[in-house]
């Protein structure tokens, strides 16, 4: 499952981010690391935006299809 | 003299943090990226001297665009005596990211937990005592934006100058530990600056810097080709043992409740929407350019402008009453009023615009004008982050150009920094409105946000030129943070306001003046010609170039005169323009010196054509090739007036 399948307003966890060395090193370091669970605040149009620690963080789409999620029942 | 350095997350609020500190008027903005360059400040601390240095913010050390690595060149190379890494307590565990790894370098760190207000409404939890001991730094709880903790800040600052400090030794787990130990052994009697374990960790992540630091030498670079060959660089693993640790000494020590549907949850549910996204943003631009027009220029323009023609009276009538030479009395009326005067003119127009901006900037809006442009700038090859950048620049292109450097892609930071110009700055401001004054004075609102709306649409059509022809590559991703929504604290707004009035200003009485001066000399030359006409030495130089101008409608020496004036900076083609013209009144002037359809043609022109020279310095420096700024000179150039001819051209066919 990918980033942009998640609905709004659920949880997921990262699993991998299959992307050049750049970008994904910069999501990890921004806390998308391997295993943090994050919270899809907006997924339609656009730019997802994600709420990961205490901040929201806005991603590209092509961007965040390339991330592999796993959802989290809460 | 000690220095100390602010290190931090972009928008943790080091850049009000400084300026409460030093008393220093840096730009504040709520958005990451503010501060893209290196300020240095002082303050007396116990009757000592301190240097305060400002840095733009960074994620991490290990860099990845132009500004984050000013910081992370300064934290390195500068020698700090003490780092206050400025935290932003409603997001401690990201920004203890960066904490972590100035911990492992050894660096002598004192956080500020900033924002401590926001936490404390946001009803965060947070264990300081516990969590110092646990990092074995000193924490202080401050609010920059409201001046609290920041005494405290700066008695635990100067208490730890010269404390002694052990690099963090966090575990990465066995395979990379041992892998840490290897290099470590490597580095061993080799004369390097840094913690060896910190240079041994930082090869493992790949960092470029380090790793061409200790290529010179043979046998390591040997054993890095092997890791590399091994594929044995463990960059992720590495982000993920630190988050790891984060996480493991955090546990316990901050609670926060579970998200809560907040204010900014909700401003953005209709900021950021599909629907009303770019409606709102365009509508709120054209409000504020509207409100500059009425305040500015209806409103408070006219006591302005009657006040400087009272002052030019009243000095002219003095300088004739001591029998003041005949040629101080005409400059000091017509070079000095009629030219620096009609730019100060302006002054109440360009107060009201940067307080616009600076509301603009300071609420938060600006990473959601970048989200919601996003697709459109993708159909143009550049991504949403570049806005910004343009938006910078209504208020002047110097900054909007640097403040590419937050771009880490060097495709989109070339393309943001050659359309920066086409985003019509404050100074061109003045020019539009006399014109206006002249030829518009019942529509101005929507002549003016037609001509910035013409600079945004050839800012886009330049933008997909060059990422079709100059600049091809590989798509950028938009990354960005969404700042919590912020009431403008009004001591910002004006600060910031005031700061760029000041700049306008100085460069009345700077550039302008000299401007002024020079072409005021020439137009008296030689010796007893008439004064400003054709034969003078100035109508002269005018007369050869103006044929250039003609079929853009504007042919007259006084116009062409004046658009080369422009290209010190812009204010100057309107006090050329009231010099030359003076002792009549501009307005009046123009009227009889040009037809509707040559004013629009004319202001087409000063909206696309050649940066003023601060500019193309600025895109000298931040491009580093005089090429590109030549460039940059000649297209614009260029490109300014073929649209004016068009503009002219197609004009003149209709009336
Ligand atoms: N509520 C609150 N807001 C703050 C505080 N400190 C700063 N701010 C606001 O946070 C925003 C960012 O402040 P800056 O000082 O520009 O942040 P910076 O760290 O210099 O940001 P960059 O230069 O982009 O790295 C501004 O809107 C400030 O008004 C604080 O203690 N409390
Ligand atoms: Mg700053």
């Known amino acids: 499952?990918?980033?942009?399948?998640?609905?709004?307003?659920?949880?997921?966890?990262?699993?991998?981010?299959?992307?050049?060395?750049?970008?994904?090193?910069?999501?990890?370091?921004?806390?998308?690391?391997?295993g943090a669970e994050v919270k899809v605040e907006k997924n339609d149009f656009g730019p997802v935006i994600l709420r990961v620690y205490g901040n929201k963080l806005a991603l590209g789409r092509g961007l965040a299809e390339q991330i592999e999620v796993e959802e989290v029942n809460n | 003299m000690h220095t100390i350095a602010l290190?931090?997350?972009?928008?943790?609020?080091?850049?009000?943090?400084?300026?409460?500190?030093?008393?220093?008027?840096?730009?504040?903005?709520?958005?990451?990226?503010?501060?893209?360059?290196?300020?240095?400040?002082?303050?007396?601390?116990?009757?000592?001297?301190?240097?305060l240095v400002d840095l733009p913010g960074s994620y991490t050390l290990g860099a990845f665009?132009?500004?984050?690595?000013?910081?992370?060149?300064?934290?390195?190379?500068?020698?700090?005596?003490?780092?206050?890494?400025?935290?932003?307590?409603?997001?401690?565990?990201?920004?203890?990211?960066?904490?972590?790894?100035?911990?492992?370098?050894?660096?002598?760190?004192?956080?500020?937990?900033?924002?401590?207000?926001?936490?404390?409404?946001?009803?965060?939890?947070?264990?300081?005592?516990?969590?110092?001991?646990?990092?074995?730094?000193?924490?202080?709880e401050t609010s920059a934006s409201k001046k609290?903790?920041?005494?405290?800040?700066?008695?635990?600052?100067?208490?730890?100058?010269?404390?002694?400090?052990?690099?963090?030794?966090?575990?990465?787990?066995?395979?990379?530990?041992?892998?840490?130990?290897?290099?470590?052994?490597?580095?061993?009697?080799?004369?390097?600056?840094?913690?060896?374990?910190?240079?041994?960790?930082?090869?493992?992540?790949?960092?470029?810097?380090?790793?061409?630091?200790?290529?010179?030498?043979?046998?390591i670079k040997a054993y890095i080709d092997k890791l590399r060959e091994e594929d044995k660089i463990f960059e992720l693993d590495i982000v993920d043992k630190r988050y790891d640790y984060i996480n493991n000494i955090t546990r316990e020590l901050i609670k926060e409740p579970e998200n809560v549907l907040t204010t900014t949850d909700k401003f953005d549910k209709v900021l950021t929407s599909y629907i009303f996204g770019v409606p709102i943003f365009a509508l709120i631009m054209a409000t504020v350019f509207q409100l500059t027009f009425k305040i500015g220029q209806d409103f408070l323009g006219g006591y302005v402008e009657s006040f400087i023609g009272y002052i030019a009276t009243l000095v002219e009538n003095l300088l004739i009453s001591i029998n003041a030479p005949e040629l101080l009395v005409s400059f000091i009326s017509e070079g000095f009023f009629g030219g620096v005067g009609a730019v100060l003119v302006f002054v109440p127009l360009i107060v009201v615009l940067y307080f616009f901006l600076a509301i603009l900037e300071d609420t938060g809006y600006m990473a959601r004008a970048a989200y919601v442009m996003d697709s459109l700038m993708r159909k143009v090859g550049l991504q949403g982050k570049s806005f910004i950048s343009m938006i910078v620049g209504f208020g002047c292109n110097v900054p909007g150009i640097m403040s590419t450097r937050t771009l880490e892609n060097k495709k989109d930071r070339m393309i943001a920094i050659l359309i920066n110009p086409f985003m019509s700055c404050g100074a061109r401001l003045p020019v539009y409105m006399v014109f206006i004054g002249a030829f518009f004075p019942k529509n101005g609102g929507i002549v003016l946000f037609l001509i910035y709306a013409l600079g945004i649409t050839m800012a886009l059509i330049m933008a997909k030129v060059f990422s079709k022809t100059l600049f091809k590559g590989e798509e950028t991703h938009f990354i960005m943070e969404l700042p919590p929504y912020?009431?403008?604290?009004?001591?910002?707004?004006?600060?910031?306001?005031?700061?760029?009035?000041?700049?306008?200003?100085?460069?009345?009485?700077?550039?302008?003046?000299?401007?002024?001066?020079?072409?005021?000399?020439?137009?008296?030359?030689?010796?007893?010609?008439?004064?400003?006409?054709?034969?003078?030495?100035?109508?002269?130089?005018?007369?050869?170039?103006?044929?250039?101008?003609?079929?853009?409608?504007?042919?007259?020496?006084?116009?062409?005169?004046?658009?080369?004036?422009?290209?010190?900076?812009?204010?100057?083609?309107?006090?050329?323009?009231?010099?030359?013209?003076?002792?009549?009144?501009?307005?009046?002037?123009?009227?009889?010196?040009?037809?509707?359809?040559?004013?629009?043609?004319?202001?087409?022109?000063?909206?696309l054509y050649t940066p003023c020279a601060a500019t193309i310095a600025t895109v000298k420096r931040e491009t580093n090739s005089a090429k590109w700024a030549l460039f940059m000179a000649i297209y614009t150039f260029l490109l300014g007036y073929i649209m004016a001819v068009l503009v002219y051209q197609i004009g003149s066919l209709f009336i």
């Not at chain 2, 635990?156 to 066995?174: D, M």
């Not at chain 2, 103006?546 to 309107?574: D, H, M, N, R």
């Open chain 1, 1 to 34: 499952m990918v980033l942009t399948e998640i609905k709004p307003n659920c949880k997921c966890k990262i699993k991998n981010i299959s992307k050049g060395q750049m970008a994904t090193k910069r999501l990890y370091e921004l806390g998308l690391n391997t």
């Open chain 2, 7 to 51: 290190v931090g997350n972009p928008n943790s609020g080091k850049t009000t943090l400084f300026n409460a500190i030093t008393g220093s008027n840096q730009h504040v903005g709520n958005w990451p990226g503010v501060t893209v360059e290196k300020k240095e400040g002082f303050f007396t601390y116990k009757d000592e001297k301190y240097t």
């Open chain 2, 65 to 140: 665009s132009e500004d984050e690595i000013v910081a992370r060149d300064f934290v390195l190379k500068g020698n700090p005596d003490v780092v206050i890494n400025v935290i932003d307590a409603t997001n401690i565990k990201r920004n203890l990211y960066l904490t972590i790894q100035l911990l492992e370098m050894g660096a002598n760190v004192v956080l500020a937990l900033n924002m401590i207000d926001e936490a404390k409404s946001k009803k965060i939890n947070i264990d300081i005592k516990r969590l110092s001991e646990r990092l074995n730094v000193p924490i202080v």
């Open chain 2, 148 to 219: 609290i903790g920041v005494d405290e800040l700066l008695k635990v600052t100067v208490e730890s100058i010269g404390r002694k400090t052990k690099p963090l030794e966090i575990s990465y787990g066995k395979y990379i530990d041992q892998e840490i130990v290897n290099i470590q052994k490597l580095l061993e009697n080799k004369d390097f600056l840094y913690p060896k374990r910190w240079m041994a960790i930082k090869i493992l992540e790949n960092d470029r810097e380090i790793i061409s630091l200790v290529s010179s030498d043979s046998e």
């Open chain 2, 486 to 607: 912020r009431l403008p604290s009004m001591n910002s707004v004006f600060r910031d306001m005031w700061e760029k009035v000041w700049e306008f200003l100085k460069r009345a009485g700077t550039v302008i003046f000299l401007v002024v001066t020079i072409l005021w000399v020439l137009s008296m030359l030689p010796a007893g010609v008439e004064p400003y006409s054709k034969e003078s030495l100035l109508g002269r130089i005018g007369s050869f170039l103006a044929p250039i101008f003609t079929p853009a409608g504007f042919g007259t020496w006084q116009a062409s005169v004046s658009l080369f004036a422009g290209i010190a900076a812009k204010e100057a083609i309107v006090g050329t323009l009231g010099m030359l013209y003076s002792p009549m009144d501009l307005t009046e002037a123009l009227r009889m010196n040009f037809t509707t359809l040559s004013a629009i043609s004319y202001m087409v022109m000063v909206l």
